[in-house]
């Protein structure tokens, strides 16, 4: 079992920016990728990026150039930079990670934007 622990979220003005953090617990090694997926009301959740865990990165056409995503092994942290907010980002962030057999979630961490 991995545990999530996501932090970071809150009220920012368009232009703005904001760190989210994921911390991973439990069964780490199973891990094979982390990512951050967002659910705006009455949408789909979406992924927002996504790091592997040899670094390799993914991201949603609509943040790339403003969002980063890295990751601190040794903190088993995983770590979203937010640049340039729009109000069009405003979501519930949802911290994801993979292994071979299982999908885990946090519980989610609410990112709103004012225009």
């Known amino acids: 079992q991995v545990q999530l622990v996501e932090s970071g979220g809150g009220l920012v003005q368009a232009g703005g920016s904001l760190r989210l953090s994921c911390a991973a617990s439990?069964?780490?090694?199973?891990?094979?990728?982390m990512g951050w997926y967002r659910q705006a009301p009455g949408k789909q959740r979406e992924l927002v990026a996504a790091i592997t865990s040899g670094g390799s990165t993914n991201y949603a056409d609509s943040v790339k150039g403003r969002f980063t995503i890295s990751r601190d092994n040794a903190k088993n942290t995983v770590y979203l930079q937010m640049n340039s907010l729009r109000p069009e980002d405003t979501a519930v962030y949802y911290c994801?990670?993979?292994?071979?057999?299982?999908?885990?979630w946090g519980q989610g961490t609410q990112v709103t934007v004012s225009s």
């Open positions: 439990g069964s780490i090694f199973s891990i094979n990728a």
């Open positions: 994801n990670a993979e292994s071979t057999r299982e999908v885990y």
